[in-house]
């Protein structure tokens, strides 16, 4: 099976720190997503990457980065958190031979709250 | 523009059949999947159907596909108590690398004792 491994169930920080979400994949998919899920807004894509060292925005990446430095391994990074960047954060990975078909397998998610 | 709608809530009792109903806009969608998530978890892969199949029956549940109206649901057979959870249907939007999975707003399943 495949097992997407998100570092915290719940993590609490304070406005303006620098906080880091860290997500593992141990399938060697080439495809990695981060996304925040709000309610009356659903999921919605913040960023992926289809190979290491490779990014691209999704359709709300401000106030967000990311580093893929190693394939199984991919970083969300709120360079200085805000309150309205609380929220459920949920981490995906797809194999990527083919693009973007394949199935995306997800984190159980980080429910962050920053205070 | 690319959009999945579904409605927001069904309510069912246990033993019944639940069908969950979903629409979405990309004719060119090659699969179309349905997720499962349970209260406080991430989203789990429930089935997927290739847009050139119809119908696919795994144990409970059963996908069908009417391309022609961009209409999917998922109808899960004897639902039972531990079937309560959100289900999301979603589409490929666009292809190979520029492809993106696009997510309906998700259906609530209450199932009554």
């Known amino acids: 099976d495949v097992k997407v491994t998100q570092s915290s169930r719940y993590l609490v920080k304070r406005t303006g720190e620098k906080v880091f979400l860290e997500c593992v994949q141990d399938?060697?998919?080439?495809?990695m997503f981060w996304y925040r899920q709000d309610p009356g807004l659903g999921l919605r894509l913040i960023y992926f990457s289809y190979d290491v060292k490779m990014k691209e925005k999704g359709d709300i990446p401000e106030g967000y980065s990311v580093s893929r430095e190693k394939k199984e391994r991919f970083s969300l990074i709120l360079e200085s958190a805000s309150t309205n960047q609380t929220s459920m954060y949920l981490c995906?990975?797809?194999?990527?031979?083919?693009?973007?078909?394949?199935?995306?397998?997800f984190g159980d998610g980080t429910r962050l709250s920053i205070l | 523009g690319e959009d999945v709608e579904q409605s927001l809530f069904l309510s069912v009792r246990e033993g019944d059949s639940s069908v969950i109903n979903c629409t979405y806009t990309d004719s060119s969608s090659t699969y179309l999947y349905w997720y499962k998530q349970e209260p406080g978890a991430g989203l789990q892969l429930l089935t997927y159907?290739?847009?050139?199949?119809d119908m696919k029956q795994d144990q409970r549940l059963t996908v069908l596909l009417n391309k022609k109206d961009k209409h999917l649901s998922l109808r899960i057979a004897d639902t039972q108590t531990g079937d309560s959870a959100i289900y999301f249907c979603a589409e490929i939007f666009g292809s190979g690398n520029t492809g993106k999975l696009i997510f309906g707003q998700g259906t609530t399943l209450q199932v009554k004792p």
């Open positions: 399938m060697d998919h080439e495809n």
């Open positions: 995906a990975s797809s194999f990527g031979a083919q693009g973007f078909n394949q199935p995306q397998h």
């Open positions: 159907i290739f847009s050139n199949m």
